[in-house]
């Protein structure tokens, strides 16, 4: 087995650094915002699905980390959020093969739904604290559309990005 070292963990920072600033920069673009896909839920979903169960919520975490630097959502709700995808993951991976592209498309529509609205309830739980109105906020199927999207063409791409490869274990047993 390969053990996966401290290169490979901030490599994985790193990376999910970038992904972040770059969904950021995608979001700004008034054309193109609202089909940007969750890049994390993409890197867990990518390296959960292969990764040894001992590392899935580790990975999960640090995924968390680097988008802490990049959101106003809170800190503890990020962490929960992606540890749930991570768990959610590995209680399906074997059952419904998350690795097949139908079900991993489907997988990562309905968990961007779910993380979204997490995401969402705890943000309108503290704006409410503080005494401010919040509209409800809208139904993100455009992202989770990309996300799906995403998960179907992206997700091999992210799982041999440089660094990342110790993670991830080949289909047939063998880390890869």
């Not at 919520?57 to 990049?70: D, K, Q, S």
């Not at 455009?142 to 091999?156: E, K």
Request: proline share 6%.
């Amino acid at each position: 087995m390969t053990k996966v070292g401290f290169f490979s963990w901030l490599c994985l920072l790193l990376w999910c650094t970038w992904l972040f600033a770059l969904q950021g920069a995608l979001v700004a673009l008034d054309s193109f915002g609202p089909w940007v896909p969750d890049f994390g839920l993409l890197i867990v979903l990518a390296l959960g699905v292969r990764a040894r169960e001992d590392r899935v919520a580790w990975i999960a975490l640090v995924v968390g980390v680097a988008r802490m630097a990049f959101t106003t959502d809170p800190v503890s709700s990020v962490l929960v959020g992606y540890v749930a995808v991570a768990w959610t993951i590995l209680f399906l991976r074997d059952a419904i093969e998350l690795d097949r592209p139908a079900p991993r498309t489907a997988f990562a529509a309905v968990v961007a739904l779910a993380l979204f609205w997490f995401l969402a309830a705890t943000r309108l739980v503290e704006v409410r604290q503080a005494g401010i109105f919040a509209p409800n906020a809208a139904v993100p199927w455009h992202a989770a559309l990309a996300t799906a999207a995403g998960a179907l063409f992206l997700v091999p791409v992210l799982r041999n990005l440089p660094g990342l490869t110790p993670f991830v274990k080949s289909k047939k047993g063998m880390l890869a």
